[in-house]
């Protein structure tokens, strides 16, 4: 041992279970944690908890089981409130930002000014992700947002981004989004998508053409234009190789974009902890490498949700659930339901990565050395 | 496949051992590393450069390194900037027994043409006005000391051995050194056996191992240590301020960042490069002591890294009696990378007995023989 931790000890607080993140995978995770009896402390940097589940308000799909038919503000004020009627096991932290994480499980973060380190036993990462950014001549120009961004402004705190908008990417996220700025009255001038099909589901897809909005597939920004901020963009058509066909350039006026092109695991702790990591362009990134228990390649540190690899918020719920079975089991508490719940979310999660649109994550997750629950 | 002469290791050292020898004209060399291009300790180094030090050889290999370093750019046809920047190494003295060993120091170095001085207090807070002087008894200054860019100055030196014919293979870990009859016959390394009766250790923190590979034992362990980085401001100081006693080093690079650094005492002997939580508790008390107002920034990144430790703390450079044609340039304790242009010139002036542009017939692994102690270099962190 070093000299400086017989010193330094007494500052640090213990905990059995940390768990970062309080989105969907974190808040589950804390509900199982919570209902097997084990206390933890869920840290997040927001001031309010729900992840990126606070600013969709969209109807989601899928099974009842993780809340089909309800708006994703609704469904996150409902696993807030399972998360907060354990206040005796569950110590919540919210607009924290974990600053660090290091080998001998020292968590550090930032609490209103105060860096405080946290000793934890197991540790669980639902960091969720991070928008991907695509490269054109100035790309950061005021007015160019992330979907992301734009349903934040929107959603949450109910500014308009702009009037007139292109939207690059029709991913379900892509479509949802331009669906939600033509009913806060905003003009979509198109939505542009790179690859030669629409990248979300048919029904969104019909929603937003039927308002008259044309999405145009082999296509995508080549640069922006504007001093100040963005006052017109240039679009241009690709061929069958992604290669730009000249001749083929648009101009369109607009005083803001929106990039909605996939998401990107948000790893940076586990990278810093020694994880190791996989790329596996399926789950959007760079992964890390996982056991069935959801537990990466360092004993009880656990990974749940689109840190994990890339999914749906459904995955991300019953992730959470899992790696807060495992992680409590581990720690010796057992959920007095463990076998029977384990058995059902293993299950939904077969279930919710069957089918063609589940057919990625398939590839993605046997890339990443977890074979379960897909069928 | 054959090879003239395999060098193990494609960090700086390995990078200036290769253009040296290619050249002087020599042919078939071949430079294996076990990653990346600068993926060991010299891309994790502090990028300073100095030659203010306690030893004579460690101020003459530096001296003649700055000299490289100063021309590099144009000597290795480099079209990108290594940012070499000449502003001066601080180091201050905290003891009356630090100052007057400095005293002693500033003394060799002058002898030996390095513009090293020793400088009051005041003139110290003049070229660095943040500092702290309440805890200093004086300082020296070498104007001529700075710093340079570890991944830019190990790319000029590599693309300059590529295009005088050097093969460079990443991703190939070495497995194992023959030898037959005290003669080297082949390497083998993860997907290639190359024959060779030439081998270059310069492979860092991994130098022992190597050795053992080939039957000799160098006396060298790895042990980690650590840097930060803050986020970018505008430059508001000029050289590296560094301290044996505080054990602190603290530079502004020409980003703006500051990128610092002390050791760790009690530190273990092996090849962990972990960052650590104590590091960050320890470093930001010293330099909220040394250099107060850098204590204000935003720490973006840390990192850890092997310093290859020698008995002597100087490097080990030359051939090895225990087998012909197996040359050593490790041990270097911290301070390889601003070695480094000595280090392939000197090495290839030994590997082909050409003469010595310095003698440095003590750097050879003989001296450690029967020897159980040793002065050392003190000037380190």
Same mark, same amino acid.
């Given at each position: ?375 | ?66 000299? /490289?370093? @100063?021309?590099? $750019? !144009?000597?290795?046809?480099? %079209?990108?900037? #290594? =940012? ?5 190494? +601080? ?78 293979? /990443?991703? @190939?870990?070495? $497995? !194992?050194?023959?030898?037959? %009859?005290?003669? #080297? =016959? ?5 997907? +290639? ?14 130098a022992k191992?190597?050795g053992d590979?080939a039957g000799v034992d160098i006396p060298v ?52 490069? @972990? ?35 020698s008995p002597d703390?100087q490097p080990i450079i030359g051939d090895t009696e225990a087998l012909?044609?197996f040359y050593l340039?490790c041990g ?28 440095i017939s003590d750097l050879h692994i003989s001296r450690f023989k029967n020897k159980q102690v040793f002065t050392y ?5």
């Amino acid at each position: 041992m070093s000299k400086y931790s017989l010193i330094k000890v007494k500052y640090m607080i213990k905990k059995d279970l940390v768990i970062i993140g309080g989105g969907p995978a974190g808040l589950c995770a804390a509900k199982m944690v919570a209902e097997a009896n084990q206390s933890c402390m869920l840290i997040d940097r927001n001031q309010i908890l729900g992840g990126q589940l606070i600013k969709q308000t969209h109807m989601f799909f899928g099974s009842e089981k993780q809340y089909a038919k309800t708006r994703g503000i609704d469904i996150a004020e409902k696993l807030v409130e399972d998360v907060k009627k354990y206040s005796d096991l569950i110590d919540i932290w919210e607009d924290t930002t974990v600053v660090g994480l290091y080998q001998d499980k020292v968590v550090t973060v930032l609490k209103n000014e105060r860096y405080v380190k946290i000793q934890a036993k197991a540790i669980i990462i639902a960091t969720g992700a991070s928008e991907k950014v695509l490269a054109f001549e100035n790309n950061d120009l005021p007015g160019i947002y992330g979907a992301g961004a734009v349903q934040t402004l929107m959603n949450v705190y109910g500014v308009k981004p702009g009037h007139k908008i292109v939207m690059v990417g029709s991913g379900n996220i892509g479509l949802i989004v331009s669906y939600q700025l033509m009913q806060a009255g905003v003009n979509v001038l198109s939505i542009i998508e790179a690859s030669p099909k629409i990248g979300g589901y048919k029904v969104h897809a019909s929603k937003v053409r039927r308002l008259g909005v044309n999405i145009e597939t082999s296509c995508t920004i080549k640069k922006a234009i504007g001093h100040e901020n963005v006052k017109k963009i240039e679009t241009i058509k690709l061929d069958e190789n992604w290669k730009e066909i000249e001749g083929t350039e648009k101009e369109y006026e607009v005083d803001a974009v929106c990039i909605a092109v996939g998401l990107t695991p948000l790893t940076n702790l586990l990278s810093m902890i020694g994880c190791q990591m996989k790329y596996v362009s399926e789950l959007g990134g760079l992964v890390p490498i996982i056991n069935e228990n959801h537990e990466t390649s360092i004993e009880n540190i656990y990974v749940c949700g689109d840190a994990s690899g890339i999914e749906e918020a459904s995955s991300a719920i019953v992730e959470g659930y899992l790696a807060g079975l495992h992680a409590c089991k581990k720690l010796g508490k057992f959920h007095p339901k463990n076998d029977e719940l384990m058995n059902e979310y293993h299950q939904q999660l077969t279930n919710l990565r069957n089918g063609p649109f589940g057919e990625k994550i398939r590839i993605g997750l046997k890339k990443q050395g977890v074979c379960k629950d897909v069928s | 496949m054959k090879a003239n002469y395999v060098i193990i290791g494609a960090g700086i050292s390995g990078c200036s051992i290769a253009y040296n020898l290619a050249k002087k004209g020599v042919k078939d060399i071949v430079v294996l590393d076990k990653s990346y291009l600068t993926s060991g300790s010299t891309g994790r180094c502090g990028a300073g450069i100095r030659q203010q030090w306690g030893t004579k050889m460690n101020c003459l290999l530096a001296k003649g390194s700055i000299e /490289f370093f @100063e021309k590099a $750019k !144009d000597t290795l046809e480099y %079209e990108g900037d #290594i =940012e070499f920047k000449q502003e001066g190494y +601080l180091i201050i003295s905290t003891t009356f027994e630090e100052d007057e060993q400095f005293e002693k120091n500033v003394e060799l170095q002058q002898s030996l043409g390095i513009p090293a001085r020793k400088i009051s207090k005041e003139e110290a807070k003049e070229i660095v006005p943040h500092l702290n002087t309440q805890i200093i008894k004086g300082a020296t200054f070498c104007p001529t000391d700075g710093h340079l860019n570890p991944f830019r100055m190990t790319d000029a030196y590599y693309r300059a051995a590529k295009r005088l014919g050097v093969k460079f293979y /990443f991703n @190939e870990e070495v $497995k !194992d050194i023959m030898v037959h %009859e005290n003669k #080297i =016959e082949k390497v083998i390394s993860s997907n +290639l056996e190359i024959y060779t009766n030439h081998v270059v250790n310069a492979a860092g923190g991994y130098a022992k191992e190597i050795g053992d590979m080939a039957g000799v034992d160098i006396p060298v362990y790895a042990e980690n240590h650590q840097i930060l980085v803050t986020e970018p401001i505008e430059k508001i100081q000029s050289p590296m301020v560094m301290s044996f006693s505080k054990n602190i080093y603290c530079q502004q690079v020409p980003h703006g960042s500051f990128i610092m650094g002390r050791s760790d005492p009690s530190v273990a002997h092996n090849h962990c490069i @972990e960052s650590s939580w104590q590091f960050l508790d320890e470093m930001a008390k010293t330099v909220c002591e040394v250099l107060p107002l850098v204590g204000k920034l935003r720490v973006v990144r840390q990192w850890g890294g092997s310093y290859t430790m020698s008995p002597d703390r100087q490097p080990i450079i030359g051939d090895t009696e225990a087998l012909e044609g197996f040359y050593l340039a490790c041990g270097f304790s911290g301070h390889g990378f601003m070695f480094a242009p000595m280090t392939g010139l000197l090495l290839s002036e030994i590997m082909l007995k050409e003469p010595s542009t310095i003698d440095i017939s003590d750097l050879h692994i003989s001296r450690f023989k029967n020897k159980q102690v040793f002065t050392y270099e003190k000037s380190v962190v």
